[in-house]
């Protein structure tokens, strides 16, 4: 089960982690300002959020949410308005939280900010690019206004266009554009001063499944060819899932899960039961439950904030028994089964907008 | 709030394998004042057309040559006729060229913020160490000077004729200074004007009509009604009336500190103390059009 809202500091005492408790009064204490350039492998936390909230007048954008999001790639996952976006500017230093408070690199948002900002890299979901200039140019411009001495942004330019896959195109101007091209123009600039860690927003917006798969491959490559740490946010789960070593969910600015991406799809020994209801048992489920229990098998508390669940029984098989117990405990309440099947979680269960779920769908169809 | 780190990466593991063809950047990060600087380079630069297509280049430097062609004909036939003095002061000539000026401020200004706004660049901005304030310098700067070039090359056109044309050193210096504090004030009251319209009219055509309305309406409007009170009699109300409008500040403020005579109906500018409200009011505009400028800024956000 998955503990929303607890204390962030508590959680980072676990025994995986043991020394961590060193590293915590010096992170604590917000006056890490001297931190150079530590390869992101090394640092153990590249975000941590303890409580924070962002109240716009007429919504709650972010809800008490504690992170901590070590190196590597994660995933933000939330339908549109979760909260995404507003999260990624507070994390920039550009948006005050309305309460607690967020570090990254192991710098306060609220006072170093502009510190953050030289380390980090900020790739935006909407469009950015001037139409008249070219990559090149725009490029070395905004390697300039990262701090880059004017040689050593034209170097970085060429260097990270590169790696992004744009070549001869680099030299027309951005206006005339594929889609694609134009989010790997988003991408380098993003890169261009080699951050610590990047920030993209919904990166793969807008591309056809082509384009997507490219521009997943090419954040994987981000973290694991470059060292450079990603956050990447998405409304679409299953994209997610090869991309990232971990996959924070959120929902109406709450955390739904926060989770390393191989618990979420591994085959496990979970059965999943659905029954039907009877008018001597108007509630099936709720019935077998307790038949089960009686049997000496436990029902998964299903209170994981899983939509829907409420309706299928989650248990742990011990072995071929189990079918048998399960079976017999139905027939013998006089309830159909609907189903009962071998699980193998998959990430977009957590996933709680129909709207979105058709929407993945979709993508996946593609 | 399970929240493992990467079972690719065991903990504390400090070794980092990179791909060979990704180098690491590990030298200079200059930071906020080296960005703002080179935010103002740049910027200044696309006033002009540099670093931008051949065709954004055509009307700046156009106007820029539109700009110094009398000036240098004005000295070339003061030479030739051996003329006492050169037959416009260094005060006037912006005066006489402020169509020219406002065509350039309305087609820069645009160009320099309204292309930023509306191509969502903003953004990409303050997501590096620069702050909503270093935008809002670096432009103003950049336009200011962009303006201020444009403006007191014919003046050094002028300068250099007269002092060929063997005219007096100590006057001409005098007036060329004066000529060029007029229209470093111009330069700043012009590009802040331009400025604040067209950061809120992110379309660029709009931009451009919306400043050339401001420039010339206001002109003609405070012209035509200090004419009119001039021919009424009534010429006391005429330096009031030119408080509004860019134009006829500058010029009631050069006249009244800067030994110009004015353009005004009967040519009398205003008063000292009547001066002393013009340098407030232009003062007053500049630094709202600041601060307006930054307002606006602290609402584009992301
Ligand atoms: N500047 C703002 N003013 C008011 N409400 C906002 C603002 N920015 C975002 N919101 C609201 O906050 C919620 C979260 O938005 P956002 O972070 O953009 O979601 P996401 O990126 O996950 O789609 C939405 O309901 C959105 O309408
Ligand atoms: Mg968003």
Redesign the interface.
Known sequence: M???G?A?WD?RVTP??P?LWSLMPMQLCGVTTGVV?V????D?TVIATESLSKRFPRVTALDRL????????TGLVGANGAGK?TMI?IL?G??PASEGRAEVLGLDVATEG?AI??RV??M?E????????SAT?FVV??A??????PT?ARE?TA?TLR?VGLYEERYR?IGGYSTGMKQRVKLA?ALV??PQLVFLDEPTNGLDPVGRDDMLGLIR?IY????ISVLVTSHLLGELERTC??VVVIDGGK?LR???T??FTQTTATLAVEVTDTDAHPDGTRAVREALHARGVEVLDSQSGLPGAGHILLLTAQGEETYDVVRDVVADLGLGLVRMEQRRHHISEVFTNEDEQRKEAVGHGS | MAVEHPVTVPSGDQTRIHNIGYRTYDGPRLGRSYATRSLYSQSLRGAYGLGRSVKSKVLPMLLFVVMCVPAAIMVAVAVATKAKDLPVDYTRYAIIMQAVISLYVASQAPQSVSRDLRFKTVPLYFSRPIETADYVRAKYAALASAMFILTAAPLIVLYVGALLAKLDFADQTKGFGQGLVSVALLSLLFAGIGLVIASVTPRRGFGIAAVIAVMTISYGAVSTLQAIADAQGSSSAVPWIGLFSPVTLIDGLQSAFLGANSAFPGAVGPSNGEGVVYVLAVLGLIAACYGLLMRRYKKVGL
Do not use: I, N
Request: glycine share 8%; hydrophobic share 30%; proline share 8%.
């Open positions: 998955w503990k929303t607890a962030l959680l995986r982690c020394y350039r390869t992101t492998v090394g153990v504690s992170l901590d999001v070590g190196p590597g790639v976006s500017k920039l550009l948006s502009a900002r030289e890299g900020y935006p909407h469009d950015c690019l001037p139409p008249d200039v140019e411009h905004m300039r206004m990262s701090g880059l001495p050593a970085r260097d790696h101007p600039q001063h080699d490559r694991t060819d470059f060292g070593d971990h955390l926060s989770s390393s191989t618990d």
